[in-house]
C-alpha cells in the first residue's frame, strides 16, 4: 500500500498523513456495513455487488475516454460525503480522520473481492474558503481502479490548494 497526502491534508491532521494506519478514528459503523456485499466488476467498471443498474454503456450512454469512461463513473458511483454519517459538527481534522478509516475498510472490502488490479482510494477533506462561502467540513471518500489514459487526478497533489487530499493506492493480491 502506498499512501500520500497534499500539504494541506499533512496540515489539517500532523502526523497521521504520514501513514493512514496511525488513524485512530473507527470507521462510522453505517459506512463499514455499505462495504459487507464487496464489489464486483460490471462492463469494466467496479461496482458494489448490489449494483444492479444493467449495462453501463449503450446506445444513450455511450462510452467516451476522458469524459464518461470506467474511471469517471467508478468515481461518481463511490463517491460517499463522510460528514453525512459523522452524527455531529465535527472539526474537518476528524471528518477526515473518520474518511481515512471509512478508506482502509473500503481498500480490505476491494481486496477481498478481487484478485488482481492496481486500485486508488481519494480522501478529500475541502478545506474553508471565505472567498467561496465555503465553510470546511465536508470530506468525501471516493475510489476507483487505475487504468492508463484514464487519470482522475493530478500527479501534483499540492496543486489542490483548497483541498486537503490523501491517496492510498494498492495492488490486489499485495500482503
Avoid at 464486483?40 to 467498471?45: D, I, L, M, Q, R
Avoid at 476507483?144 to 494498492?170: C, S, T
Wanted: glycine content about 8%.
Amino acid at each position: 500500500m502506498n499512501a500520500r497526502a497534499n500539504r494541506s491534508m499533512q496540515e489539517l491532521l500532523g502526523p497521521d498523513a504520514e501513514s493512514p494506519e496511525r488513524v485512530s478514528s473507527e470507521c462510522p459503523t453505517p459506512l463499514a456495513a455499505e462495504l459487507q456485499d464487496g464489489f464486483k466488476e460490471v462492463n469494466g467498471c467496479v461496482v458494489p455487488k448490489l449494483f444492479d443498474g444493467g449495462p453501463i454503456w449503450s446506445t444513450t450512454r455511450p462510452q467516451v475516454d476522458g469524459e464518461d469512461d470506467e474511471t469517471g463513473f467508478e468515481c461518481s458511483l463511490s463517491k460517499i460525503h463522510v460528514e453525512d454519517f459523522a452524527g455531529s459538527a465535527l472539526p474537518l481534522a476528524d471528518i477526515a480522520r473518520l474518511g481515512i478509516a471509512y478508506a482502509l475498510q473500503l481498500r480490505v472490502a476491494l481486496l477481498r473481492s478481487f484478485n488482481s488490479g492496481v486500485f486508488r482510494i481519494i480522501i478529500d477533506a475541502q478545506l474553508p474558503d471565505p472567498d467561496f462561502d465555503v465553510n470546511g467540513g465536508v470530506c468525501t471518500v471516493r475510489h476507483h481502479k487505475v487504468r492508463a489514459g484514464q487519470p482522475w487526478l493530478l500527479d501534483d497533489l499540492n496543486a489542490y490548494k483548497l483541498n486537503g487530499v490523501m491517496v492510498i493506492e494498492f495492488e490486489a493480491g499485495e500482503q
